[in-house]
C-alpha cells in the first residue's frame, strides 16, 4: 500500500518572542497562515524487517537529511510505534518548500508523515498531539488555514480569516539557523539594543484586519521580533525587502527566523506584476508566488498494492 499526504509551508503574521525559558525554549505569540505552497510526502510498505529508506525529490531537496534525522522519518516511526507495530516503509518527499529557509518546510513533511502513517497504519489516536510531540510548528503544519500560536508555538487553535491574501515568496540561497536567530534576539535584548515585547497577546488590530479581508488593512499589523536578529546576522536582507516595497508590495518581512522573506501584495496580478520586478533585480536567489490561506496536512492519494 502507498500513501500519499501533503502539507504547507507556514508564514507568521505576528511572531512575538517573550524571554528564555528554562527548558531553553522561547515563549512565543505567534499568528500562523498556511502557504498553498506544498510538500507531499509517500510512504510505501516495504517487507517486513527492511526498516526505513528515505529519499527527497524536487526542486529544493538539497540539504534535506535522509538518516533518522529526517522529520517525516521520525513522524512515521512515531506512529508506528503508537500502533505497536515495526516501522517498514520506503519514504519519498517531494521538496517544494525551500529547506531552512523559516517556512516550516520540515514540519510540512512531518505534519504530512503523520497523516500517510495514520492511514496506513489505522490509527485512530489524536494526531494533534503526536505533532506537539514533534516540534513546535509541526502543529500548525497540520491544522492549516489561519492560527493562533502559543507556549513554544505548538498549541495552536484556528484564527477566523475572511477571504484570500496573495504573497510574493523571495527565497536567498544561503539558510539561517533557527537557534542562531533566537541567540542573536536574546544578545540583542540583553545589549539593550531590542526591547522585549510589552505583553504577549494577540494583536486585536492584527485579528480585525483577518476579519476585513483587506490585505491593505493586514499590510499595517505585520510583525515579526526575530526580524531584527536575522537582519543583523544577514545584513542583504534588507535590501530584498527594500526592493519588495520598492515594487509595490503593501509590506514585506522575513518569514520567521528567515532567510526567506515574504510580501504582501493586493492580488494575483499584483504578485505577478511584484514578482516579476524583483526577479530583474537579482536581490533573492527564487522568487515563488503562493495564495493564502491553504488547508493543513491531508492524504492526496492512496494506491492499495
Ligand atoms: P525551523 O522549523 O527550525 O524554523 P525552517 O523552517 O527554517 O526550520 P526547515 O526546512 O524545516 O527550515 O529545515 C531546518 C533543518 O531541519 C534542515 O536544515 C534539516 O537539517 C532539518 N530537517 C529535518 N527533516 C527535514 C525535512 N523533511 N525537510 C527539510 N529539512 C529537514
Redesign the pocket.
Known sequence: MKVTASAPAKINLQLSVGGLRADGYHDLVTVYQALDLK?EVSLTERADGMGIQCI?LGEFNS???SDD??????AARLVADQVGVSCDLSIE?T?R??????????????AAALVAAAELYGYGGNLQLLAAQL???IGFSFLGGTALGTSRGEVVVPVMSRGEYWWVIMSASN?????RVYQKLDQLRDEGAVKEPMQMQPKQELLQALLSGSANQLATQLTNDLQPAALAIAPKLQRVIDAAMDDGALAALVA???PTCVALVKDYEHALDVAARISGQNVASRVLISRAPASGAEIVSIERG
Do not use: M, Q, W, Y
Open positions: 510538500d527527497s540539504g534535506v537529511p534525522t529526517n522529520l517525516a522519518v521520525r518527499i521538496k518548500i525551500p529547506v531552512a529557509a523559516g517556512l516550516a518546510g520540515g514540519s510540512a513533511d512531518a516540534g513546535s510548528d539558510g539561517l539557523s533557527t537557534p520567521g527566523s528567515g
